[in-house]
C-alpha cells in the first residue's frame, strides 16, 4: 500500500517537473519571447495574482514589461504563458478565436459553471448559444417595458437613501443590478419567493469561481457546485410551470419567455443561458457603477457636465416621466463617461486564451498547447496610445473611436461581450437619478483594486447630501 503510494507520487512529481521544464528545452527550438518560468509548478502565479489598483498596470507587469518587452514568456496558471501588454498581439489573438487560439478558462471553472456554458464552450455549441444571446439584446435592448422596469428598480433604490448620510455602493449597486437582471431572465421581482433563494445560492455559486478547486463536501467549491444544481432546478421548475400553464398566463417578455420558442436549445442550455446571463449581468455591471461614481468624485467638471446632460433631458419631459429609448441616445456625455471608466478602471484585466497550434507573431514564436493571456488593462493604460492614459479624462471619447484596438473593455472577435449595450443602458439611467438627487464625496483609500477581479478596499463608501 505505501509503496504504491511512492510510486504514484515519485511518477507525479515527476510529471509535474517535466510539465514544468520540458518547455524550456522547447524554447531552444523557436523565438519564444523572453522572460522566466519562476519556480517549479507554481511558476510566477503569485506575482502575477498580487493585487493593485485596477487603475495602474501592477509591479508584476511592470517589472516584466521593462525587463522583456511588451511580449514576454512566463509559467501561470499550471501552464507555459506568453504574456501580452501588445495593442495589435491582443488584437490579433481576439480575432483568430477558435482558428488559432481559443478560449481556455482554468478546468475547475467548467466544473461549476458547467458544459453548456457559454463561457467555456467552444466551435458549434458557442456559435448557437451566442446567437441566441445577441438577439435576446437586440429584441430586448429599446423595449420600454424593460427600460421602464430599469428606471424603477433605480429609483426605488434612491429612495431608500432618503435618510441616510452614507452608504456601502458597491452593495447598492449589486442590489440594483441584481434587480434588473433577475426581472430581465427570468420576471422576478425583490418581493417573489424565489428571488432571494437564487441571490444566496447565486452568491455562493461565485464564490466558488474563485476558490480552491477541490471538491470536498464544504468548500466553497462543493458549495458552489451545489449551489449551481439548486440554481438549475429552481430554473427547470420555473419552465415547467410555465409550460404548463401556457396561454393562462399574462404575456411575459423576459428572456425565459423568449428562450421557450427557441428549440434548438435543451432545457440544460436554456438553463445554462440563464446562470450566464446572471453571471455575465451582475457584478461586472455593478462594477462599472461603482468606478463611474467613485472617479466622478474627483472629477468636478465632469459631473458637472453630466448633470447638465441629465437635467436638460428631464426638463423636456413631464415630471415622473419615465425615460425612453430617445432620451437614451441624447445622453452623449454619459456614454464618454462610461467608455473612460471601463478604460481607466478595468474591469476585465485580461482573457485566459490557448494556442491550437504553432503561432508565429511577428518576431515570436507560441507554441502549441500554450496558455496565451491578452492583457486589456495595459493597452488602456499605455500612455503611447492613451494621451494622459493615468488620469480620467472622458473628454478623450468625444474625438478618440471606441471601436479601436487600443479599447477592449468587453472583449473582442467571436466572443465579444453580448451584454455590452445592456451595461451601458442600466448605468446611464442610473446615473441618470443620482446625478439629479445627491451630491456624494469618497475617501481617497477606497481604491479599485484588482484581485485581479476588482473591488473596492472599502466596498466604496459614498458620504450624501441631498440636491436641493
Ligand atoms: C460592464 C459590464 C461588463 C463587462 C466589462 C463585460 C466584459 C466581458 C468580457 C471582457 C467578455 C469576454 C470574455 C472572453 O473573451 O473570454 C465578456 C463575455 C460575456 N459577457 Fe460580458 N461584460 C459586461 C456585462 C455583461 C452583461 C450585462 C451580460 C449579460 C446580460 C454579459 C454576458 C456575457 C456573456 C454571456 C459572455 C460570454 C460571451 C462568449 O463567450 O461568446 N456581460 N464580457
Redesign the pocket.
Known amino acids: 500500500m505505501a509503496g504504491g503510494f511512492w510510486l504514484v507520487f515519485v511518477v507525479g512529481a515527476f510529471g509535474l517537473i517535466l510539465n514544468h521544464f520540458l518547455p524550456l528545452f522547447f524554447v531552444r527550438l523557436g523565438s519564444v519571447p523572453k522572460g522566466s518560468f519562476g519556480w517549479p509548478l507554481l511558476g510566477e502565479t503569485l506575482g502575477f495574482l498580487k493585487p493593485h489598483t485596477s487603475n495602474s498596470l501592477g509591479a508584476f507587469l511592470q517589472d516584466h514589461c521593462s525587463r522583456y518587452g511588451k511580449v514576454f514568456k512566463s509559467h501561470l496558471f499550471l501552464s507555459p504563458t506568453v504574456v501580452s501588454l501588445d495593442e495589435e498581439l491582443n488584437y490579433f489573438i481576439l480575432q483568430n478565436e477558435g482558428k488559432l487560439f481559443e478560449?481556455s478558462y482554468p478546468k475547475p471553472i467548467h466544473g461549476i459553471l458547467g458544459k453548456a456554458s457559454?463561457?467555456v464552450t467552444v466551435g458549434d455549441t458557442?456559435k448557437k448559444l451566442?446567437n441566441v444571446?445577441l438577439s435576446l439584446v437586440s429584441i430586448t435592448k429599446s423595449k420600454p417595458d424593460f427600460l421602464t422596469d430599469i428606471e424603477s428598480i433605480a429609483i426605488c433604490i434612491l429612495h431608500t437613501w432618503k435618510d441616510k448620510q452614507q452608504v456601502i455602493f458597491s452593495e447598492e449597486a449589486r442590489k440594483f443590478t441584481f434587480n434588473v437582471?433577475i426581472k430581465q431572465v427570468l420576471g422576478l421581482t425583490p418581493k417573489d419567493p424565489q428571488t432571494s433563494a437564487i441571490l444566496q445560492d447565486f452568491l455562493t455559486f461565485m464564490r466558488g469561481l474563485i476558490s480552491l478547486p477541490l471538491y470536498i463536501p464544504g468548500t466553497p467549491y462543493a458549495r458552489a457546485v451545489q449551489a449551481r444544481s439548486r440554481i438549475s432546478s429552481m430554473v427547470k421548475a420555473i419552465i415547467e410551470e410555465r409550460r404548463r400553464y401556457a396561454g393562462n398566463c399574462r404575456k411575459r417578455s423576459d428572456f425565459l419567455e423568449i428562450l421557450q420558442g427557441v428549440d434548438t436549445l435543451s432545457d440544460d442550455e436554456k438553463v445554462s443561458f440563464i446562470l450566464?446571463?446572471l453571471l455575465?449581468?451582475y457584478e461586472?455591471?455593478s462594477l462599472?457603477m461603482s468606478l463611474v461614481v467613485s472617479f466622478l468624485s474627483h472629477s468636478p467638471s465632469a459631473l458637472q457636465t453630466l448633470k447638465a446632460e441629465h437635467q436638460s433631458i428631464r426638463n423636456m419631459k413631464q415630471k415622473d416621466e419615465y425615460l425612453n429609448w430617445e432620451d437614451y441616445k441624447k445622453m452623449e456625455f454619459t456614454q464618454n463617461v462610461i467608455n473612460e471608466a471601463?478604460r481607466y478602471g478595468n474591469?476585465?484585466k485580461f482573457?485566459?486564451r490557448r494556442a491550437l497550434k504553432d503561432v508565429k507573431f511577428r518576431e515570436h514564436l507560441i507554441p502549441s498547447g500554450w496558455k496565451v493571456l491578452p492583457i486589456f488593462s495595459a493597452v488602456h493604460l499605455d500612455p503611447s496610445l492613451h494621451a494622459s492614459a493615468l488620469q480620467f479624462h472622458p473628454r478623450r471619447w468625444e474625438s478618440q473611436d471606441q471601436m479601436c484596438k487600443r479599447f477592449t473593455?468587453?472583449?473582442g472577435g467571436?466572443?465579444?461581450?453580448?451584454?455590452?449595450e445592456?451595461?451601458k443602458l442600466e448605468v446611464s439611467f442610473f446615473l441618470h437619478h443620482l446625478v439629479q438627487n445627491f451630491r456624494w464625496t469618497t475617501e481617497d483609500d477606497d481604491q479599485p483594486t484588482a484581485y485581479p477581479y476588482v473591488e473596492f478596499t472599502r466596498g466604496l463608501v459614498l458620504y450624501l447630501e441631498p440636491c436641493s
Not at 467571436?414 to 455590452?420: E, I, L, N, T
Open positions: 478560449c457559454m463561457l458557442h451566442r444571446a437582471i450566464d446571463s455575465g449581468g461586472t455591471t462599472l471601463l474591469i476585465v482573457v485566459h473593455p468587453f472583449g467571436s466572443r465579444c461581450c453580448p451584454g455590452s445592456l451595461a
